[in-house]
């Protein structure tokens, strides 16, 4: 039974030598002459595409290329997402705060607590200098 595919004549194949004759059409005189084989052409096919790639990569990388790619912004955009995004952080905790004493002034204004445990408060210090 012979097997499907044998490595030993692929191998063959790949360093069969060729020969690649470059001719004026009009004088038939030979230009120039390569001596190729099919494993050398794959191996230079291969760099080259490795190459391209490479120098694609570092076009976009290194250039202002990379801002035109969709979900990359500009450095100076990224920091004022980020400022923006701690200002709503901080917006959303006095938003928690006001709901809170609104809560308590509601519950004490129907009676339902007589006093205010002012245990539970977080008092920030307030700097007396300024007076």
Do not use: H
């Not at 129907?110 to 007076?131: A, M, P």
């Amino acid at each position: 039974m012979a097997k499907f595919f044998d490595t030993n004549a692929t191998l063959q194949r790949l360093k069969n030598r060729y020969r690649l004759v470059i001719m004026n059409d009009d004088t038939y005189e030979e230009v120039t002459a390569f001596k190729l084989n099919r494993l050398s052409v794959y191996v230079a096919l291969c760099t080259v595409f490795v190459v391209l790639v490479g120098l694609t990569v570092a076009l976009i990388v290194f250039t202002p290329l990379k801002y035109y790619i969709p979900g990359f912004g500009d450095r100076s955009e990224r920091m004022q997402l980020m400022e923006m995004k701690f200002r709503v952080d901080s917006l959303e905790k006095q938003l928690q705060n006001r709901d809170v004493y609104w809560e308590d002034v509601r519950k004490v204004l129907n009676g339902e607590i007589s006093e205010k445990d002012t245990s539970r408060l977080n008092v920030s210090t307030v700097d007396q200098t300024k007076e």
